[in-house]
C-alpha cells in the first residue's frame, strides 16, 4: 500500500475517520486538525505519514519535532495523532515512525503532549487506539484530566476574592511584556512561558494577571467562542457548544503559594468571563480535581498517558 506524506492529507477525510475513532467530546473541524499539524511551526514532515489506496485515505500518523522551551525532552518523539481503522494499517504507520526515530536517535516515544498539543495524550474510551498502541508496545504510565463546568450560576467560593486584599488582578495589556516575561522567566521558564508570551503577543488580553508590590507572581490564560486560535483545553469547543470558555494553565510564582491567592485569581477569571457570557468552561490537563472542584467543576475528560521506551544505537 503507498505510503504518502501526510501533507497531502484531504483535511476533510481525516475529521471523517476521526469521529469514527475518537469519542465525541473530543471532535474537531478542519481547521483544528490543520493547525495541530502541518500549520505548526513544530510539525515533523519526516515522522507524518498518510497510507492510501486509490484516492482513500486508510490511516495517517503524524508527529511533531520536540518543543523549543526550556527543559523540553530533546530525545522524546510526540506523536501528535494517530488515525486508522484497521489494526494492520495502523500498526504499519506506528512501524514507520519508530523505525525513523530510532534511527534519528529518539529514547522515546510520546503519544500527544507535543507543542500546539492536540491533546495532552490517549483520550480514555478510544478502545481501538488504546489496542493499536498496547500491541504495538505502549504503556499507560498515569492519568490526567480536563474539569468542566457551566458559568451561569457561578458564585465565587466565601473568602475568595477578599483573599486578594493587598494585590491587584486585571487583564493583561500590550504594555505588560517586559513585567511578564520577568515572571515567566522567573517563575514557569519552560513550556508555559513559550505558550504564555505567545498567546500574550497575539491577544495580551487572553492573560489575567495577578500583580502583587508592583511585580507579577501569578497568570491565568482563558480563552472564549470566537478565538481564532484555540489552544489546550479550547480544542473540544465544538463539544463545549456555544458560548464556551476555557481556563489554563494557571500559576503563582512559587513564594506567593498557600495564601489563597490561587483560589482567588482562579475566582477572579471566572467571574469575569461570567460577566462576558461565558457558560461551558473547560480546565484542561490536571490533576488537581479538589482545587478545582472548589469551584464546582468536574472530571470531564480523561487521558491515559500512553509511551514507548526505544532500543538506543551506540553511535558507530
Ligand atoms: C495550583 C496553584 C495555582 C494554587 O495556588 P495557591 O495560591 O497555592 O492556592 P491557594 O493558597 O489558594 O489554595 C491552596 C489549595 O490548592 C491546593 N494545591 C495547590 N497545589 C497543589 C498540588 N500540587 N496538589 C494538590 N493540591 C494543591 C492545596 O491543597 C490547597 O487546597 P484547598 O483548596 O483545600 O485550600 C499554585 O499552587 C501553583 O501555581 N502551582 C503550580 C502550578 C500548577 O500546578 N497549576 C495548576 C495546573 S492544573
Known amino acids: 500500500m503507498p505510503w504518502v506524506p501526510f501533507a497531502q492529507i484531504n483535511y476533510e477525510e481525516l475529521v471523517a475517520l476521526h469521529g469514527e475513532i475518537y469519542p465525541r467530546p473530543f471532535r474537531v473541524d478542519e481547521r483544528l486538525l490543520w493547525s495541530k499539524t502541518v500549520a505548526s511551526p513544530r510539525y515533523d514532515p519526516t515522522n507524518s505519514w498518510r497510507m492510501k489506496s486509490g484516492g482513500d485515505t486508510l490511516g495517517a500518523i503524524t508527529c511533531k519535532q520536540p518543543g523549543t522551551w526550556q527543559g523540553a525532552a530533546a530525545h522524546v518523539l510526540p506523536i501528535t495523532g ?86 491587584t488582578v486585571r487583564r493583561a495589556t500590550a504594555a505588560d511584556g517586559e513585567a511578564l516575561a520577568e515572571f515567566f522567566g522567573r517563575a514557569f521558564p519552560g513550556r508555559w512561558r513559550q505558550d504564555g508570551l505567545r498567546r500574550w503577543a497575539r491577544t495580551p488580553q487572553d492573560l489575567v494577571i495577578l500583580i502583587a508590590e508592583e511585580k507579577v507572581e501569578g497568570f491565568a490564560l482563558t480563552q472564549q467562542a470566537g478565538t481564532p486560535n484555540p489552544i489546550a483545553g479550547a480544542n473540544w469547543h465544538i463539544d463545549l457548544g456555544l458560548d464556551w470558555a476555557a481556563l489554563g494553565p494557571i500559576g503563582l510564582s512559587e513564594a506567593t503559594r498557600g495564601r489563597g491567592w490561587g483560589h482567588g485569581l482562579l475566582a477572579w477569571a471566572l467571574q469575569d468571563l461570567q460577566q462576558q457570557g461565558a457558560r461551558r468552561t473547560i480546565i484542561d490537563w490536571t490533576v488537581l480535581l479538589d482545587f478545582y472542584g472548589r469551584h464546582g467543576f468536574e472530571r470531564a475528560r480523561t487521558y491515559q498517558h500512553f509511551s514507548k521506551s526505544l532500543p538506543v544505537i551506540p553511535p558507530r
Open 82 to 167: 494517530l488515525w486508522a481503522q484497521e489494526p494492520d494499517i495502523a500498526h504499519q504507520l506506528l512501524e514507520k515512525v519508530e523505525e525513523e526515530a530510532i534511527r534519528q536517535g529518539f529514547a522515546t516515544l510520546q503519544f500527544g503532549g507535543d507543542a500546539d498539543h492536540l491533546w495532552p495524550s490517549l483520550p480514555a474510551g478510544s478502545d481501538l487506539v488504546a489496542e493499536y498502541l498496547t500491541s504495538a508496545g505502549y504503556t499507560c504510565t498515569h492519568e490526567s484530566y480536563d474539569v468542566e463546568r457551566d458559568l451561569k450560576d457561578y458564585a465565587p467560593p466565601a473568602g475568595t476574592i477578599e483573599s486578594l486584599q493587598g494585590c
